[in-house]
């Protein structure tokens, strides 16, 4: 077992109590129903059992952090970015006569949208077992390499069946990669940690909106002999593909196969993770989580948050550029009116996430945001047609909808534990997001071009919903808090315990030195790495 300790501060007989604190630790895991504790290990208990004790400061954690934040969240930063681009490649063909060189008529297009997300739920169950039997990496540098395939094969494509044909290969191989990274995210970084790392992964789909609008404008300026719609295909889908080497040498499977680690780190980077109560990764299936994930309330709570967001985000996303244009604007002004929202995104973004973490609440944050599209919408359906630029500045305060699905993605799974039950989860959560992904452009109706009111108008109505869901899952989460404190009541259990997941190195070393001069706290976190579930482990805490 490892522990955290700082040698200026901590005294030899605080030392002496902390590793009294791993026999407590030992002792406490047959506290609970053996039925929890009965499968596989999880694999951090593999790795601690492995290598034994070992103490490490603050500054070795940190530099553990750095290592991570290099290794695994570049190259996720990186996939992610791709992944907004190339889907975004049908949006930007739009503006350069897509829909008259491919003879596109009636809902068409809007089918391109939406089979996109289609694919992606068709192949959520399959992804969700791939990601507790597979090796993380591999399984999504293969996917990444395919859709660049397919993007590609999109230039080639002169009609409706060709472009919904490699548009839904498209969305097969990206469906994966939201759960991963997710899953990732978990498996390398504390639950403070995770909300900046889930950001700066997330927060690529705004540098995306800021890159492809630039791109576009250069391929669609190159004279050649082929149109500029094939060029935005051909250009995106080779990028993509060259970079799936960089990709397959950088990220890690997991801690166990990071080669940028030494030994001593590995069992420092699992132990620095025992605060979270969530576990890390063991390659069984538990069928009991995955029930206890369907049957679970927050798991529909989240998944109708997802669709309340993803419905208006893919109307918006496959109509944006359109519904730019309309304004007046040509194809190369409408393309580069793109920029400023994804700017303003990233800020804002950037912005809730710092806030979110200083102030240790998620839902406050998330509601506020949703007020931004709600108004934009709102100005938008009824600014005169004659004032473009005042159209153009309510479209940029409806873009502000982009940073609500990372904070949501990311407020759900820090409160999920247990491998198959956040696998479970992650791919409900995809597929209530595909279903709306799917919705979202069919609501956009040709005939209304260029206002599409019936899509704008219940584009509001989904906002407005999303606010009171966000509302309500942070009562009930506060009930299952005082739930759990009454739990370990009854087990004999320390009752009031401060969560140390969601603290600085600093604050959480300070804590523990508090617990043990009061001789208190040694059996905290007993249960860390026994692959248990949120609702199975009493000392899980919920984050509002």
């Known amino acids: 077992m490892s522990h955290l300790n700082q040698p200026s501060t901590i005294a030899q007989d ?97 089918w391109l949208g939406s089979v996109i997300y289609l694919m992606q739920l068709v192949v959520q169950p399959i992804s969700a077992y791939a990601l507790v039997k597979l090796p993380i990496a591999w399984w999504v540098v293969g996917n990444v390499l395919c859709w660049g395939i397919s993007l590609c094969a999109m230039a080639a494509c002169h009609n409706f069946a060709g472009l919904l044909a490699t548009r839904a290969l498209l969305g097969a191989f990206e469906a994966t990669i939201s759960p991963s990274f997710i899953a990732m995210t978990q498996l390398f970084w504390r639950r403070r940690e995770q909300t900046y790392r889930n950001t700066a992964w997330l927060m690529s789909s705004s540098v995306a909106g800021i890159i492809g609008p630039i791109l576009t404008y250069a391929i669609g300026h190159v004279k050649s002999g082929i149109q500029p719609w094939q060029g935005i295909f051909l250009f995106l889908g080779c990028i993509t593909i060259a970079l799936c080497p960089l990709i397959f040498w950088m990220m890690p499977n997991d801690i166990a196969s990071a080669k940028f680690l030494t030994q001593k780190e590995k069992v420092i980077a699992v132990e620095r993770l025992r605060d979270n109560n969530t576990g890390t990764k063991t390659s069984k299936w538990k069928w009991e989580q995955f029930r206890e994930t369907l049957l679970d309330p927050k798991t529909w709570g989240w998944g109708l948050m997802l669709t309340c967001m993803a419905i208006p985000s893919s109307g918006i996303g496959t109509f944006g550029t359109l519904i730019t244009k309309g304004f007046g604007f040509n194809s190369f002004d409408t393309i580069l009116f793109q920029i400023p929202p994804n700017v303003l995104t990233l800020v804002f973004l950037l912005g809730g996430t710092w806030t979110m973490n200083k102030i240790r609440l998620r839902f406050p944050v998330v509601a506020f945001f949703v007020l931004f599209p709600i108004a934009g919408a709102a100005s938008l359906l009824y600014v005169p047609r004659t004032k473009p630029h005042a159209l153009l500045g309510s479209y940029y305060v409806i873009m502000l909808y982009t940073p609500l699905q990372p904070l949501v993605y990311s407020w759900a799974n820090m409160n999920s534990a247990g491998t198959t039950k956040q696998r479970t989860l992650g791919a409900i ?99 860390a790495f026994d692959d248990l579930t949120d609702l199975q482990n009493p000392e899980f805490h919920y984050i509002l």
């Open 429 to 527: 959560l995809f597929i209530f997001q595909c279903a709306g992904n799917v919705a979202g452009p069919q609501v956009y109706l040709e005939d209304e071009a260029p206002i599409y009111r019936t899509g704008l108008y219940t584009d509001m109505s989904c906002w407005a919903l999303l606010f009171i869901l966000i509302c309500s899952m942070a009562v009930y989460l506060r009930y299952l808090n005082r739930r759990q404190r009454k739990k370990r009541e009854r087990m004999g259990r320390m009752v009031d315990i401060r969560d140390m997941s969601i603290m600085t190195l600093e604050e959480a070393a300070a804590y523990k030195r508090e617990l043990a001069a009061a001789g208190e706290g040694h059996d905290i976190n007993a249960h």
């Open 14 to 110: 605080e030392k002496d109590i902390e590793i009294n604190h791993v026999e407590a630790v030992n002792d406490a895991r047959h506290a609970l129903d053996d039925k929890y504790l009965s499968h596989a290990e999880d694999d951090a208990a593999r790795i601690l059992r492995e290598n034994g004790p070992v103490e490490y400061t603050i500054d070795e954690d940190k530099k553990v952090l750095r290592k991570l934040d290099i290794w695994v969240c570049i190259p996720m930063f990186i996939v992610y970015t791709l992944v907004h681009l190339d889907k975004s490649a049908l949006s930007y063909a739009a503006v350069f006569d897509l829909k008259t060189e491919a003879h596109l008529v009636g809902k068409q297009y809007s």
